[in-house]
């Protein structure tokens, strides 16, 4: 079992900066890739931002430049410090484990961007 507590979230004005924390804990060897997913209301769950277990990422093309994932192997915690927020990216967002075998989620952080 893995267990995944996301942080961070909150109001933040156009162009502002937020940066999200997930704490891993639990069989944490068995996760191979980490994610943060958004869902805005009345939409889907979209992927924003992956890593491996080696460190290597991928980006939702909405958030390229702007957004970075990034994961610090000491404290079982994966980040996504989003900068030049825009209104677009308000949403729930959702930390995400896959062990390959089965996939996590953690409860999510709201994320409001004022224009």
């Known amino acids: 079992q893995v267990q995944l507590v996301e942080s961070g979230g909150g109001l933040v004005q156009t162009g502002g900066s937020l940066r999200l924390s997930c704490a891993v804990s639990?069989?944490?060897?068995?996760?191979?890739?980490m994610a943060w997913y958004r869902q805005a209301p009345g939409k889907q769950r979209e992927l924003v931002a992956t890593?491996?277990?080696?460190?290597?990422?991928k980006y939702a093309d909405s958030v390229k430049g702007r957004f970075t994932i990034s994961r610090d192997n000491a404290k079982n915690t994966v980040y996504l410090q989003m900068n030049s927020l825009k209104p677009e990216d308000t949403a729930v967002y959702y930390c995400?484990?896959?062990?390959?075998?089965?996939?996590?989620w953690g409860q999510g952080t709201q994320v409001t961007v004022s224009s």
């Open positions: 639990g069989n944490i060897f068995s996760i191979n890739l």
């Open positions: 995400a484990a896959d062990s390959g075998a089965r996939g996590y």
């Open positions: 890593i491996t277990s080696i460190g290597n990422t």
